[in-house]
């Protein structure tokens, strides 16, 4: 079980500036769209490991319309951003099908900002409970393969709110994560248990992979 932890704001980028009014929200907007930052935005995205095993020249990079804060954007009287975290994403075109890689920036310190990648995909899980619920994943895909030194998540799916409070678009939910395994992508299925104070994880293969044992887990 891991300790729960809501998404405090998913903002549009073309409202970012506007939709509080406030000029903290203007500061924020200027974060997001500062060239330095974009930069550090593409660098992180391109070490997802979903990224790092797709060759592909051709690839277009575009800012995802969506950024998730999970922590309030902060700044000092003078406009320095001092505290503040959120999620952002890149769609990838040019490639097959378009794929998003998501990517996590800290405030770490005064006008300070670390990044790093985050699962591919269309998940909701914040970033501790993405880190927790891959080892329920691969359980339920059957382990790594003798030699398989390299297994990755590859995409995920958000698949809906499941449960008595779905109707409201909240609470448990479920989603798909396709895992590589240095062999045919393996589908697991990913429910995301809501509780009072935390979040559980039960992980089972997609029913088309055929029968496997599910490997059930904690808490957020």
Sequence with gaps: ????????????????ASAAGSSSAMQFAAVLQ?????????????????????????????????????????????????????REGLTVTGCGAPMTLN???????????????LLPGSTIADPILQNYAQAFALKAAGGLP????????????????????????????????TLDLCGPPARVVMHFIVGASSVAVHAEPEPATGPQGSAQGGTK
């Design 146 to 177: 003798a030699g398989c030194m390299d297994g990755y998540v590859a995409n995920t799916e958000f698949a809906g709110y499941e449960g008595a409070d779905a109707a409201q678009q909240t609470g448990t939910w479920k989603e798909i994560w």
């Design 1 to 16: 079980m891991i300790k729960r932890r809501f998404l405090m704001a998913l903002l549009l980028l073309p409202a970012t």
């Design 34 to 86: 500062n060239p330095g930052h974009r930069q550090t935005v593409l660098d992180a995205a391109r070490d997802s490991p979903a990224w790092t095993h797709l060759s592909c020249p051709s690839a277009r990079f575009a800012q995802a319309p969506e950024v998730g804060v999970y922590l309030p954007v902060v700044f000092d009287k003078t406009g320095v951003p001092i505290s503040g975290e959120w």
């Design 103 to 117: 990517v996590l920036t800290q405030i770490t310190a005064p006008a300070t900002l670390a990044t790093g990648f």
